[in-house]
């Protein structure tokens, strides 16, 4: 900006201008009123004389009003502009020294003259951000799916990265941080504290845990929990002070410094109802940090002390992911939280316990002296951004800036291997050895375990209890088979979960709509809970039709696979010495699984560890892709089919798709949840406010207890009878989403007998033919059950038990099994052999062509037709074909008590 001097009309005076988005500035402030008095101060008025300026003029604001578009953005001169490119538009304007005076405001030849004396050049530099470190080497330190690094990398920047041109780290690196310097943050957070059994090297024991539905978290760890209103204000001065904190009912998190520093921040706290932690929508990414910290402590062979370190990295890590969550569209919980594209400098130029080379002291002259470390996560408020935490073998850790990986030479040499490993012994033998799966279940507080996945399979191992002692209140929720049922419902571009909270009320507090047998005319309402919070009314009908519709035909409900996220080993795995063989002299390999698993990411956001070798059958292109991203399709377990299935890709895809192969999610059945113990269905019940678990217990105990001979105390088994476990199964019927239990002995574990162990049935063409003859004759048809079929025939084998929690008083004491219980080998041959005893004392006589087509000579006497009454046997269901086929299974039923 060019101004005349007004105490000089030769001398011109300029005002340099800055530029912040489209708006020219100079930066000034508000003279006091002592210099705006003193004369010795130039005064310069910068408002020109004309036109007259008047704020209140509604022209000024129709003109600002259309340089914006509907959302109140500025519309962009050049819409070609995309994601990730930067454009300036620059602009020079000079003008002809020829005659500067004839260009006049007032003048009618304004334009005229404007455009024969000022020259204006326009052009344009188009320029895109340097990318530092790619998507696949991401994926690599992060432990990420290669897509979802390569959309973590679009929508982050590496401002800060830094380039190593000399290993031997002679220059220090720039300690310039402010492109990573930069708060009421615009969403609500929640707290909720972690417990940990283990003491780590700074003395915490738990982590207080702030985070959203959307996947964004930030951990303090703490020594006690009276130290929570200092994780507040950490969280305050790093990160920003959200709209409102929500917590439970912890005295430490409501009362006390920390209400005192939400007030003193003008922060609400917001408190979610006493008993209902599901009502916190955080849970799902808090459960999800503690299993992916645990993942990496095992992975790497930290010590466990180290856990604090590791929770804070993968709270930043998770933070700066791009996850495939609704709310989020496409962008990283950094970005949604902060309101700005992240920078992932500081965490992405290494992994979690990587290998480090850093400067630890002045190095003696001539040679440098760099210090082996491990990378333990960036610094906290200590040195320049880019500043990292490194732990030496001594156990010390330091905060360092300068430092760089190994070397592909330092990772080859012999004595740099013999070097980490005496670091790695040191190491241990001052923090202890490294953390194994025993190690990471971290108890505390009601069961907030820090805990890895759930294996696939878990073993039965109830503990002795009182069943339903406690009486609960009955309300219209009680009882009522959609409750708590969670069901996948279309939202977005995307299916999530939801959660059946409630019935819904009218404004009297009337519920809304009655139950009917009919689904067409049951008109309950009833309200959908999402993770985010929202909350959505949904008909009855509505929420069986997605129960039906995620389910397969026996109500497991199918879990889409999202990504690979982790990989591990145990001692039963091959090694590439032991998968060498010779068969019949002729060199070979041994082509086994064994001993590996893979931890996947399910579409509905949890991760579970499953078997290698289902997921070679279930999804061979994706493990076989995530093998080589991962770099382990050289182990034994991959190498003698990775290959093959890549070269064949587009054919294996085609016949993966002709065979629909889903994972069946085992925790789910029809949207309701399954427990697994006697003592978690009644938590269960608890924690839904109803007794249907507890029910379906109290009525299959009452049926199977005639099944068990207990012996007085201090009895020993008699000899020669095998010993085996009773646990409770769990189902949930398809018809009236019926809670079922079942009583099963764990048969696996005793010998087979030597005669025949299961019940035949009968075939197919016994059917058709039997039902073409009935409908030939005019003969009527009737089915049957027989209920707790099994446990009506002796025990064929000698078997004896330890009653379980679910005898109540009885528990602990010894039984002899003298019924055909469930799951005993033989059980099924037995009671195909009492139902034989039955047909015979009935009359009946087997077929030869199918022995379970029993047949017995009939008289109709109300029109004198002879014919043969049949009775189709398929284990416990019969079907009888009779002129009166009601007597017929009446008598039966006399025989089943």
């Known amino acids: 900006m060019i101004l005349t001097d007004p105490e000089d009309a030769a001398h011109q005076l300029s005002i340099h201008l800055e530029l912040d988005g489209v708006i020219s500035y100079f930066e000034t402030c508000k003279p006091t009123q002592e210099e705006y008095e003193q004369s010795d101060l130039p005064l310069f008025e910068l408002t020109a004389p004309a036109p007259d300026w008047d704020p209140s003029d509604p022209s000024l604001r129709e003109q600002e009003a259309s340089l914006l578009d509907f959302r109140g953005q500025i519309i962009p001169v050049d819409k070609s502009t995309s994601r990730g490119r930067y454009r300036h538009r620059l602009c020079e304007v000079s003008q002809d020294s020829g005659d500067a005076g004839l260009i006049r405001r007032d003048d009618d030849s304004f334009?005229?003259?404007?455009?024969?004396?000022?020259?204006?050049?326009?052009?344009?530099?188009?320029?895109?951000?340097?990318?530092?470190?790619?998507?696949?080497?991401?994926?690599?330190?992060?432990?990420?799916?290669?897509?979802?690094?390569?959309?973590?990398?679009?929508?982050?920047?590496?401002?800060?990265?830094?380039?190593?041109?000399?290993?031997?780290?002679?220059?220090?690196?720039?300690?310039?941080?402010?492109?990573?310097?930069?708060?009421?943050?615009?969403?609500?957070?929640?707290?909720?504290?972690?417990?940990?059994?283990?003491?780590?090297?700074?003395?915490?024991?738990?982590?207080?845990?702030?985070?959203?539905?959307?996947?964004?978290?930030r951990n303090y760890p703490m020594a006690r929990r009276s130290q929570a209103h200092e994780a507040v204000g950490a969280l305050f001065n790093r990160v920003g002070v959200p709209l409102a904190i929500i917590s439970d009912n912890a005295k430490e998190e409501v009362l006390g410094k920390l209400r005192q520093k939400l007030v003193d921040a003008h922060c609400p706290l917001r408190q979610t109802e006493p008993y209902s932690p599901w009502s916190n929508s955080a849970e799902l990414e808090i459960r999800e940090l503690k299993k992916a910290t645990g993942r990496r402590l095992l992975k790497s062979g930290a010590p466990k002390r180290l856990w604090d370190y590791c929770l804070e990295l993968e709270s930043l890590i998770r933070s700066h992911t791009a996850h495939d969550i609704f709310k989020l569209n496409g962008r990283t919980p950094e970005a949604m939280m902060m309101g700005e594209t992240p920078d992932i400098s500081y965490i992405c130029e290494f992994g979690w316990y990587d290998w480090v080379m850093f400067r630890d002291e002045v190095a003696p002259y001539p040679e440098p002296k760099l210090v082996l470390g491990r990378y333990l996560g960036p610094s906290v408020d200590v040195g320049p951004a880019m500043s990292a935490r490194i732990i030496k073998a001594n156990g010390q850790v330091v905060d360092r800036s300068t430092f760089r990986h190994l070397t592909a030479d330092e990772l080859q040499d012999e004595v740099h291997k013999a070097t980490r490993d005496d670091f790695t012994k040191l190491l241990h033998e001052k923090l202890g050895s490294a953390a194994t799966f025993a190690d990471l279940t971290l108890g505390g507080d009601g069961g907030r375990s820090f805990l890895l996945p759930t294996p696939e399979h878990i073993p039965y191992d109830d503990v002795p209890f009182d069943i339903l002692e406690e009486e609960l209140m009955p309300t219209p929720e009680s009882g009522d088979e959609y409750v708590n049922a969670e069901v996948m419902l279309p939202r977005g571009n995307a299916?999530?979960?939801?959660?059946?909270?409630?019935?819904?009320?009218?404004?009297?507090?009337?519920?809304?709509?009655?139950?009917?047998?009919?689904?067409?005319?049951?008109?309950?309402?009833?309200?959908?809970?999402?993770?985010?919070?929202?909350?959505?009314?949904?008909?009855?009908?509505?929420?069986?039709?997605?129960?039906?519709?995620?389910?397969?035909?026996?109500?497991?409900?199918?879990?889409?696979?999202?990504?690979?996220?982790?990989?591990?080993?145990?001692?039963?795995?091959?090694?590439?010495?032991?998968?060498?063989?010779?068969?019949?002299?002729?060199?070979?390999?041994?082509?086994?699984?064994?001993?590996?698993?893979?931890?996947?990411?399910?579409?509905?956001?949890?991760?579970?560890?499953?078997?290698?070798?289902?997921?070679?059958?279930?999804?061979?292109?994706?493990?076989?892709?995530?093998?080589v991203a991962a770099g382990i399709d050289h182990e034994p377990a991959f190498n003698w089919w990775v290959r093959h299935v890549l070269k064949k890709r587009d054919r294996i895809i085609a016949q993966v798709k002709q065979r629909n192969a889903r994972y069946l999610k085992k925790t789910h059945k029809f949207g309701i949840e399954m427990p697994k113990s006697v003592q978690e269905a009644l938590e269960l019940d608890k924690k839904n406010g109803n007794n249907l678990w507890g029910d379906a217990i109290k009525k299959e105990m009452q049926n199977v207890r005639i099944a068990f001979d207990i012996l007085p105390d201090g009895t020993t088994a008699p000899i020669g009878y095998q010993h085996v476990r009773c646990h409770m199964i769990f189902d949930v019927k398809m018809e009236d989403f019926r809670r079922k239990a079942r009583l099963v002995a764990g048969g696996h574990t005793t010998e087979a007998p030597p005669t025949l162990t299961y019940a035949s049935v009968v075939s197919r063409e016994t059917v058709r033919i039997a039902l073409?003859?009935?409908?030939?004759?005019?003969?009527?048809?009737?089915?049957?059950?027989?209920?707790?079929?099994?446990?009506?025939?002796?025990?064929?084998?000698?078997?004896?038990?330890?009653?379980?929690?679910?005898?109540?008083?009885?528990?602990?004491?010894?039984?002899i099994i003298v019924r055909a219980l469930y799951g005993l080998k033989s059980a099924g041959a037995a009671f195909r052999s009492h139902l034989g005893e039955c047909m015979r004392n009935l009359g009946y006589k087997p077929c030869l062509a199918d022995p379970d087509l029993w047949m017995k000579p009939e008289y109709d006497p109300s029109d004198s037709f002879k014919y043969w009454s049949y009775i189709l046997c398929y284990v416990d269901d019969i079907l009888v074909i009779h002129h009166q086929p009601e007597d017929v299974i009446k008598k039966i039923d006399k025989y089943f008590p």
């Open 495 to 627: 299916m999530q979960r939801g959660r059946v909270v409630k019935r819904k009320r009218d404004d009297d507090g009337n519920i809304v709509g009655t139950a009917n047998a009919n689904p067409i005319l049951d008109t309950r309402v009833y309200e959908v809970m999402f993770p985010d919070g929202e909350v959505t009314e949904l008909a009855a009908n509505t929420i069986a039709t997605s129960m039906y519709a995620q389910c397969d035909v026996d109500g497991n409900e199918y879990l889409l696979l999202e990504a690979f996220v982790d990989h591990q080993k145990s001692d039963a795995a091959l090694t590439l010495e032991q998968q060498k063989t010779n068969h019949n002299g002729r060199p070979s390999i041994r082509k086994s699984t064994a001993g590996w698993k893979l931890c996947c990411q399910w579409l509905d956001g949890s991760t579970s560890w499953v078997r290698l070798s289902e997921l070679k059958e279930s999804h061979p292109v994706q493990v076989a892709e995530y093998a």
């Open 111 to 217: 334009a005229l003259m404007l455009e024969q004396n000022v020259a204006v050049t326009i052009s344009e530099v188009t320029t895109r951000p340097k990318i530092a470190l790619n998507h696949l080497e991401l994926a690599k330190r992060w432990g990420i799916p290669p897509d979802r690094a390569k959309q973590t990398v679009q929508m982050t920047t590496q401002r800060g990265i830094r380039t190593i041109l000399n290993p031997t780290l002679s220059r220090r690196f720039s300690t310039n941080d402010r492109h990573l310097r930069y708060r009421r943050l615009p969403h609500y957070v929640y707290q909720d504290t972690m417990f940990s059994s283990v003491k780590s090297t700074r003395g915490n024991s738990m982590s207080q845990v702030f985070a959203t539905p959307f996947a964004w978290s």
């Open 772 to 815: 073409t003859m009935a409908a030939l004759h005019g003969l009527p048809i009737m089915a049957a059950d027989v209920m707790n079929a099994y446990v009506t025939a002796p025990n064929k084998e000698k078997i004896w038990t330890t009653l379980g929690p679910e005898f109540g008083s009885d528990c602990g004491k010894k039984a």
